[in-house]
């Protein structure tokens, strides 16, 4: 029996890491290697994408899909009665995530994967739980 590939669910925080040569980039483009599976929820993307217009990185912004694919990233589109109830009760018990988050959280849980992020405010007490597997970058 093969090893199961392994899943990385990026929120937006690693991947604007990665695209702005920000502290824990490298660490991103460990993970970016072939042989995972590397998956971004839509609403992350929107993140991403608020945060490059912001900059006034339009051109960039408007190519992020392209750009994430060229990386072996896959858009995760999906918005089934599972995974927002999912991210819902997520927001209801852990109040300090933001909804964002709390989509990527439960698009890893649903995958079975590890969410890969910065946000040690956020995730700390989520991994001191064990409730998600969480990749630190920094």
Not at 38 to 66: F, K, T
Not at 80 to 88: D, F, K, N, V, Y
Not at 93 to 120: K, P, Q
């Amino acid at each position: 029996m093969a090893a199961a590939e392994a899943v990385y669910v990026f929120d937006a925080c690693a991947v604007i890491a990665f695209l702005h040569a920000e502290p824990g980039a490298q660490e991103v483009a460990a993970l970016l290697k072939p042989g995972r599976r590397r998956i971004l929820h839509v609403l992350n993307l929107c993140e991403v994408y608020y945060d490059m217009v912001r900059r006034e990185r339009v051109e960039d912004a408007r190519s992020l899909e392209g750009i994430l694919g060229g990386l072996g990233i896959e858009i995760d589109s999906g918005l089934p009665t599972s995974l927002w109830q999912e991210a819902g009760d997520l927001k209801a018990r852990l109040r300090r995530l933001s909804l964002a988050d709390c989509f990527a959280m439960a698009l890893t849980l649903r995958e079975n994967g590890t969410l890969v992020t910065s946000d040690h405010h956020e995730f700390d007490p989520v991994a001191a739980a064990g409730l998600c597997p969480i990749h630190f970058i920094r």
